[in-house]
């Protein structure tokens, strides 16, 4: 499912469609051959915008996810592993991020500095690590009682060597299937902010096209309708995935 | 660790944490490009100096960042949240206005999720892996992937826009008003849509949490053994499971409440309904930063609380929760 949509995606550029905000259309024209999910308010057509916003609904999500993976693995290894005044430091920042609604975080943070694409992946991951680093705490802090880490800390690897050549890749894997979750999350994220018109107003990503289409909601509802399906659609198919490979990897933590 | 000792470490942990994020927002709002008064004023080109600096005085605005700093956190203390850039009032009674009408909604939409997605777990356990289950499993995980504010507008759609059963956004009928007790259920019915997409959001979690603690109780000793004895279903559920499933989604509600202060921004925004996310939202269009700060400090302070409440509640009821992990 998913991957049809990544793979119109990444060939819209080439299919020949309208290019995105060209406006050569009917205004607000409902669906029909010749626009096939109908034109918005621009008189541009829908389905060239849709498609266009898959790829930087998908692309945000893709990237924020990744970037708060990356961030959330590497604090909470270090968090789990080293358990003296560097652990208890980050320990203190998670326990504050996750105080802080990240939603409302995000909306401040694009207030203030105000709003590129860009930054919208990098706000998006630095107000969602905090889980994924959480989760890698505790899996770090429960491998690193293993034998072989003693065996490899006995042969003299260093601290450092030991934690992300022996420790990380045991405990890896249920941070991976969460990550894929967060890419559905930070797709929502995404979509919320864009709905509240703080997205990037130059491309089109799903959340932008609803808010634009907002006002027309009575007269032209497929505008806001037809985007949010798709969101909806993909987001469904990312938690299935991110689901059956937890329930896989970490049959305990699916449970919850 | 006696159990005062435990408390004090918490709400000292509590009071640390509340204090480490306001600290994040004050930095973060006070190093933001662009001075306030322009946003509300309009354009330096055609505000006098006098003007200018008139309320850079009033608010503030001269002082070192350190001092505004500590004149912040101080404030906060003594409970004083400012005023307001743009209506001059003081922040505290703007919040203490629309505070109860998000409530309304929160609190409503939480405990009707909390007691139907509580009862469709039990439901879903006890038909565990027959039609029903699978239904109800495959519903929920749909709910769950929907952002709120879209199902929000479809059934605005749906019942609002086509059906005409329910008004499509406000807090109550402008054009012919209502008083007394007709007033309160005019303000229910236009609160219905939105309680009810905060609803259909909320239940995912509850239902999960329930469905899948019940369906490990149901493997237990003690239900094999209820059976054997043969007591019916109903009854082993009503009475047993019931006890044993029932504290994870109390947690949630809890948590969820705390939270929910500021959650429900986006449907507030959808419905038009004039709630602390709606002055929020416009708070930050406007720039008014003493009400986005007042407001993010109520919302984290009623998260930190709730939060450590529960802690100590939890070392109350398990003594094994405060030796830790």
Known sequence: MLLTLGILALC??????????????????????????????????????????ARVSLMIGLCAAGLASVIGIILGSISGYFRGRVGTVIDSLINVFQVIPAFFLALVFLVVFGSSMY?????????????????????????????????????????????????????????????????????IMEAGLSYLGLGDPNYPSWGRIIYEGQ????????ISLVPGAFLVYTIVSINLIGNGLLKVIAPKLAQR | MGIVGYAVKKAVEGFFTIIAALTIIFFLVNLAPGNPIYFIAGD???????????????????????????????????????????????????????????????????????????????LAARKQGRSTDTTLTVFTFIFNSVPGFLLGIVLMLVFGVHLKLFPVAGLMDLKNPKTGIMLYL????????????????????????????????????????????????????????????????????????????????????????????????????????????????????????????LDVVYGVLDPRVKTGR
Request: glycine share 6%.
């Open chain 2, 44 to 122: 330096p080109v055609f505000l006098s100096p006098a003007v200018v600096e008139y309320y850079t005085k009033l608010w503030g605005l001269d002082k070192p960042l350190y001092y505004r700093y500590f004149v912040y956190i101080s404030n906060l203390l003594r409970g004083e949240l400012g005023r307001s850039y743009r209506f001059g009032g003081p922040v505290a009674q703007l919040i203490a206005e629309r505070l109860p009408l998000t409530l309304s909604l929160t609190i409503t939409s939480n405990i009707i999720a909390f007691v139907v997605g509580t009862l469709l777990g039990l």
């Open chain 1, 119 to 187: 930054l919208l992946v990098v706000v998006i991951a630095v107000t969602t690590w905090p889980m994924i680093a959480r989760i890698m705490r505790a899996q770090v802090m429960s491998v690193k009682e293993r034998l072989f880490v003693e065996a490899a800390k006995a042969v003299g690897c260093g601290d450092l060597r030991v934690l992300f050549k022996h420790v990380v890749p045991h405990a890896i894997p249920p941070a991976i299937a969460y990550s894929i979750l967060e890419i559905g999350a930070a797709i």
């Open chain 2, 186 to 309: 005019d303000i229910a019915y236009h609160a219905f849509l939105p309680i009810l997409t905060l609803t259909l959001i909320l239940i995912p979690a509850y239902f999960k949490t329930v469905r899948d603690s019940a369906v490990q109780q149901l493997v237990e000793d003690y239900v094999t053994t209820f059976r054997a004895v043969g007591l019916d279903d109903s009854k082993i559920f009503r009475k047993h499971i019931l006890r044993n499933v029932i504290l994870p989604p109390i947690t949630l509600l809890a948590v969820r409440l705390g939270f929910s202060l500021a959650g429900a921004a986006l449907i507030e925004n959808v419905f038009g309904w004039p709630g602390m996310g709606r002055l929020l939202l416009d708070s930050i269009r406007e720039r008014d930063y003493p009400v986005l700060m007042g407001i993010y400090a109520t919302v984290v302070t009623a998260i930190v609380a709730i939060s450590k409440v």
């Open chain 1, 12 to 53: 819209v550029p080439y299919m020949g469609l309208p290019y995105f905000n060209s406006m050569e259309f009917p205004r607000l024209a409902p669906p029909s051959p010749k626009n096939v999910f109908g034109t918005d308010h621009l008189g541009r057509d829908m389905l060239t915008r849709v498609l266009w916003g």
């Open chain 1, 215 to 222: 006002p027309y909601i009575i007269s032209a509802p497929w």
